[in-house]
């Protein structure tokens, strides 16, 4: 019996209560202002013509801007703001991103990002985890931003201070 209750505590610990809804909107907003991959590389499946009636065939390869799209002002009002509001309902409750073609924080279509899950998780918990246990400070410091294939900050300028509990 004592390992039967052991095992329970074990999948109590393994659950993961979901994220509060203000967390989730700042998330996604910054994966918005800042994709990690500013281009996603496609290639067509079937011809396309643009509107300006150009034919590109089937089997070329095409290269997404997802920071562009996710930059677009007609979707994204004030869309170099920081904004987590733009991600809550009236009652605060998280909104799905429902911009088709507009957020692509895990890719998109067949190439999705297969972990995607486990990364959301794993953001969350880290993120609850450091607001919870410290108040975070910026700098005045200006963000350096490496631009490779993927994005990301070359430093980053912010001083944790132990929360007293």
Known sequence: EEEGEEEEEEE?????APAPDLLVATIRESQRLQPIAPLLPRRLETNYRTQQNVLIPRGSRIFVPVHLLQHDPVVYPDPFSFLPERWLDNDGKA?????????????GGPKFCVGMQLAKKELSMVARCLLENFTVETTKKKLKINDWFVTGPASVHVTLRTRQK
Not at 12 to 16: L, M, P, R, S, T
Not at 96 to 103: D, I, K, L, Q, T
């Open 12 to 16: 109590e610990d393994a659950d993961i």
């Open 95 to 107: 909104l799905s991103p429902s911009s088709a073609g507009h957020y692509f924080p895990f890719g």
